[in-house]
């Protein structure tokens, strides 16, 4: 069965720095390209970062550029996430998710969120 | 970046019912439109994907529709397990964008 599952979530004060992983297993990660979406109670759901199959084409959320790496590791399969700099409005159930093959863009694969919260 | 507007924000129904949700995108985005259904505080799933098409495993109970700018979700014979919030999101051009949601919830 093809699953993400997201580790890393925790409390981090304002201004300090989050580190998310992400680990595939079921499918052939390589074939996919991936996503960050967060959620929150205020904004619903957002999309921040976007990598492709091989890593080599990344595009960020005009909230999160300049404070956000996304990379992947294709022989772990895994993702990563890392942001510095972090706001109260960064609080939020962080989720790597997958893109159909043929359609970037579409969510068909996400796992169970990791929660981020941002306070002193 | 596009907006996306859901209407209702919520609505009350009955198991049995035919349900219809819109979402509205602030420019044209041809069919690049999904919808997604989220419930009991679990991570949202892909119902439809490029407006029309039914993602795997989906029951053919819900029908999305639409193109443009005006797209709809409809769920026929809603049934239990059918209640929680449903969201659009356009994926015509980054940054891809949600609607609010809609809560479905029973009258």
């Known amino acids: 069965e093809a699953q993400l599952v997201e580790s890393g979530g925790g409390s981090v004060q304002p201004g300090g720095s989050l580190s998310l992983s992400c680990a595939a297993s079921g499918f052939t990660f390589s074939d996919h390209s991936l996503n960050w979406v967060r959620q929150t109670p205020g904004k619903g759901l957002e999309w921040i970062s976007y990598i492709s199959r091989d890593g080599s084409d990344i595009y960020h959320a005009d909230s999160v550029k300049g404070r956000i790496t996304v990379s992947r590791d294709n022989a772990k399969t895994s993702l990563y996430l890392q942001m510095t700099n972090l706001r109260a409005e960064d609080t939020a159930a962080y989720y790597c998710t997958r893109n159909l093959k043929d359609n970037s863009g579409s969510f068909d694969l996400w796992g169970q969120g990791a929660l981020v919260t941002v306070s002193s | 970046d596009i907006q996306m507007t859901q209407s209702p924000s919520s609505l009350s129904a009955s198991v049995g019912d035919r349900v219809t949700i819109t979402c509205r995108a602030s420019q044209s985005i041809m069919s690049y439109l999904n919808w997604y259904q989220e419930n009991s505080g679990k991570a949202p799933k892909l119902l439809i994907y490029?407006?029309?098409t039914l993602h795997s495993g989906v029951p053919s109970r819900f029908a999305g529709s639409g193109s443009g700018t005006y797209f709809t979700l409809t769920i026929s014979n809603l049934q239990p397990e059918d209640f929680g919030t449903y969201y659009c999101?356009?994926?015509?051009?980054?940054?891809?964008?949600f609607g609010q949601g809609t809560k479905v919830e029973v009258k």
């Open positions: 999101q356009q994926s015509y051009i980054t940054p891809w964008t």
């Open positions: 490029v407006s029309s």
